[in-house]
């Protein structure tokens, strides 16, 4: 990049040449007061995007990360082209860049599933603008609402599964422990169970950086959800393809901080920073969504967790003051930066990978595989799996953090505080229920549903005539008038919610098996 002054006016124009190392030396030489643009990027002008001379505000991406290399997306072509592609989360930052540069690959559908109503029908509209052509499908789906999930497949068939819903929000989730779970956890099971059972080829799961070593519930619902694909031997004996990729912050993205930074910038400050030594790994969008289709397409990856490269990681104050210098003010004068502590889950700084968890290079320069060890024998997994869930339906947040940490034996504090021993094995009706979704996952739905335990048959409902308070001998009550079912009758038949055979939540254990 190069940085010049007008004479006319307090303008800094930078141009898109280079890394941001010219600029940030720019910055350092204090050219304060000056309002900083940037003219249109080599990329940009040949996307049609921005004219050559067309000047924008300067972002923060333009300095922090360094212009990052084309990736070779030859194979994520040929990955993608002509195939049914189900993206879930497809509203979300991440969701839609991929869905972005999923729809330039041709494939012969795309179906954007998310809960998001107005982000999705948005993206929509842009993608059928672009792509006049795609067979774009939009569908509203709950990634818990199992029943739903298998419509939008049975429909619609995907050979490519590429599953990003998720909550992300580190500290709002450790308000939410069981949403947090509910949808991180027990949805991934149910986005791989449909997958398996109508004939996926692949499933991309979208993981994160919190998901090592995990401080936080977040990052421990990340970690199991990669437990569940790679652990659970049922789901990969239709041969599925499983695989996950962590991906560290994303800029730009609507969780991250600098469209808070932004607010509090135009607000006049001041800035809040959880604290002075805190760094993240940071990319961009439009980076993070390729390297995220690369390592889907490769070999080496496959059954495997593929680690992205993010380079060096970036202190947040380095951050808020670059910005702050962005905008013409120096930080401490015009912008007060305020220190407020670590919030909830938090950690000083993520890892990129874990003494128990050895890498391997690829033939990609900024993918590496995860070679994670499984600590616990399937079986275990599905007990405890089925404790998360049992827990999960009668609402106890303890039990679900406790177990959390057992599924999660390498986690830190303070989420490590909120481990229990746990003194004796849950044997309850909703264990078993859940013990027995959990271990299905073969191939062949019909085997499945010949070796399953049916529900036991409800009792005969009891008739009862209303006038004379006797019970009704009739083989067929007549309808209506003053013969009709007794609604206590029914409840005393055994059929009411808690004797059911199913958990609470309400998931059809027959389909889920």
């Known amino acids: 990049m190069s940085c010049s002054v007008s004479p006319l006016s307090e303008l800094s124009i930078v141009s898109q040449l280079g890394p941001g190392v010219e600029l940030e030396s720019s910055l350092s030489s204090s050219i304060a007061g000056h309002e900083f643009k940037a003219l249109s990027s080599t990329q940009e002008v040949l996307y049609g995007t921005a004219g050559v001379s067309q000047l924008r505000n300067v972002r923060i991406e333009d300095l922090l990360v360094a212009t990052p290399g084309t990736p070779d997306l030859t194979a994520a072509r040929t990955d993608l082209h002509n195939r049914v592609i189900l993206l879930t989360g ?37 993608l059928i603008s672009a792509h006049p052509g795609l067979d774009l499908v ?23 599964v ?18 947090a779970v509910r949808n991180n956890v027990l949805g991934t099971l149910h986005v791989a169970a449909a997958a398996v059972r109508y004939g996926a080829t692949k499933v991309l799961l979208l993981s994160s950086d919190k998901a090592i070593r995990p401080s ?10 990669e437990r569940i694909i790679f652990g659970l031997p049922n789901l990969h004996r239709s041969g599925t393809d499983f695989r996950a990729v962590r991906l560290g912050n994303v800029l730009g993205s609507k969780g991250s901080v600098i469209p808070l930074f932004q607010r509090q910038l135009a607000a006049g400050g001041p800035i809040t920073i959880t604290h002075p030594q805190a760094q993240r790994y940071f990319t961009t969008l439009p980076a ?31 951050l808020a003051e670059k910005l702050i210098r962005f905008s013409g003010k120096v930080p401490g004068r015009d912008i007060e930066i305020v220190f407020t502590g670590l919030r909830p889950g938090e950690k000083l700084g993520e890892d990129q990978m874990s003494a128990v968890e050895p890498t391997v290079a690829t033939s990609t320069e900024k993918i590496r595989v995860s070679r994670t060890p499984e600590s616990a024998e399937p079986d275990h997994l599905v007990q405890m799996l089925s404790r998360l869930f049992a827990s999960l339906d009668a609402g106890n947040r303890e039990s679900v953090l406790s177990t959390l940490c057992d599924l999660v034996p390498e986690c830190v504090s303070p989420l490590r505080e909120c481990h229990r021993p746990r003194i004796a094995a849950s044997n309850g009706k909703a264990a078993d229920a859940w013990a027995a979704m959990v271990e299905s996952g073969e191939a062949r739905w019909r085997e499945r549903r010949r070796g399953m335990q049916r529900m036991a048959e409800p009792q005969p409902l009891t008739l009862l005539n209303r006038r004379e308070r006797e019970v009704c001998r009739r083989k067929t009550p007549r309808l209506g008038g003053r013969r009709r079912t007794d609604v206590g009758a029914l409840l005393a038949t055994g059929t009411s919610s808690d004797q059911s055979p199913h958990p609470a939540s309400g998931c059809e254990l027959q389909d889920a098996r």
Do not use: W
């Open 90 to 126: 497809a509203a979300g930052s991440i969701g839609s860049e991929l869905a972005r540069q999923i729809a330039s690959f041709g494939p012969a559908r795309l179906v954007l599933l998310d809960q998001a109503e107005s982000d999705l029908y948005f993206l929509h509209l842009e």
């Open 138 to 160: 939009p569908v509203i789906c709950d990634v818990t609402n199992q029943s739903r999930l298998a419509q939008v497949h049975a429909e619609h068939r995907p050979d490519y």
């Open 162 to 179: 590429i599953h990003a819903a998720a909550y992300k929000h580190v500290p709002l989730m450790e308000a939410n422990v069981l949403e």
């Open 216 to 225: 936080s519930v977040m990052g421990a619902t990340k970690r199991v959800a």
């Open 288 to 318: 993070a969504a390729q390297l995220v289709l690369q390592a889907g397409s490769l070999a080496e990856t496959a059954g495997s967790i593929a680690m992205l490269d993010m380079g060096e990681p970036v202190r947040i104050v380095d």
